[in-house]
């Protein structure tokens, strides 16, 4: 929303007010570093044609062709109109069982899935969940294509690997290092859980929606003849942002903060 505040509206950076998600911190923790966890690798997300999850089923094809590596799985957990094809895909390159879907429903324990793997992948654009950031929580490095949105979650070799979107070769070799370098590994792992702390905890998200509710309540009681907008992309006016992706418990939390200021 911000880079196309910017491009399409023409508005400079001190305009725009840019608070990403919040994530549970105390809910997704670390796991203790093991460097003998299975060679897995977790894709969880909607299962639709705008995942590129054929782009992810192609890299891995290659990357099993490259290494002698018994225990080298890929795990695809979401559900969508596409998981059909997907798994005639998956069939088609001859992934077999080292390709494994996992239907989401109340059992399911997330936590175990972000856990038990050696990094987690964001082959395509973010539409909709918090599954990239609970990964980062969790301590888990992320591969992912550099796309907007994305990079502005992902720190090229700080927080996990960045690659050129559509681009299977690209997404291929930066697996294979994740799992064959268990430095960076742990390196990317570390900075993963740091970045989550530093700029996607929950609570800070929420104070900060706390602090842009306020400035409106200003604006608001100085310009009693206007309803205050919750987002405003006028060029004279302030230009709020945050709430359009905020989730709505971090929303929800700051509107009891700030009932609670009150």
């Known amino acids: 929303v911000a880079s196309e505040a910017r491009s399409l509206l023409g508005l400079p950076p001190e305009r725009i007010e840019q608070i990403p998600d919040g994530v549970e911190l105390g809910h997704f923790k670390p796991r203790p570093w093991r ?53 005639e895909l998956g069939r088609t390159l001859g992934l077999g069982s080292s390709l494994r879907f996992v239907a989401p429903n109340v059992d399911l324990d997330y936590q175990d899935l972000l856990r038990d ?39 090229h070799e700080q927080s996990g690997l960045l690659v050129p979107p559509d681009d299977a070769d690209a997404l291929a070799a930066a697996l294979g290092r994740v799992l064959s370098e268990a430095d960076l590994r742990k390196r990317l792992g570390e900075g993963a859980r740091a970045q989550a702390e530093e700029r996607f905890d929950h609570e800070r998200s929420a104070d900060r929606h706390v602090d842009l509710f306020e400035q409106l309540a200003v604006v608001r009681d100085e310009r009693p003849t206007q309803p205050p907008p919750l987002l405003s992309l006028r060029r004279d006016g302030p230009v709020v942002l945050a709430a359009a992706r905020a989730s709505l418990r971090t929303t929800g939390a700051a509107l009891g903060g700030l009932l609670r200021r009150k």
């Open 35 to 87: 460097e003998d966890l299975p060679s897995r690798l977790l894709y969880l997300g909607p299962l639709h044609e705008e995942a590129r999850l054929d782009v992810l089923l192609r890299a891995f094809a290659q990357l099993r062709d490259e290494r002698a590596s018994a225990d080298l799985e890929l795990v695809v957990a979401g559900a969508g109109p596409r998981r059909q094809a997907y798994e």
């Open 117 to 155: 793997a050696r990094a987690f992948v964001q082959p395509g654009p973010i539409t909709s969940g918090h599954a990239l950031l609970e990964a980062l929580a969790t301590g888990l490095p992320a591969v992912a294509a550099r796309l907007p949105g994305v990079d502005e979650l992902v720190d």
